[in-house]
């Protein structure tokens, strides 16, 4: 029994780990620097934002 639960315990985090990544996107917005798709996934605001293209950083006020 005990062989039996060792699996359970082991898809248990990928279950947390697949809900950690479906976040909301509220938005996407183009990267000033290369163009690339940037998806908001807060409505808080202003916060920095980090193109996951190119890695350029930048600060959206609204």
Known sequence: E???AEPEEEEAPEE???E???EIV???IK???CH???PITTLER???IVCPTC???GRLMR
């Open 2 to 4: 005990e062989g039996e």
């Open 16 to 18: 947390e780990e697949e």
């Open 20 to 22: 950690a990544e479906a």
């Open 26 to 28: 509220y938005k996407i």
């Open 31 to 33: 990267c000033p620097k």
């Open 36 to 38: 690339g798709p940037v």
């Open 46 to 48: 202003p916060i920095v």
């Open 55 to 57: 890695g350029a950083k």
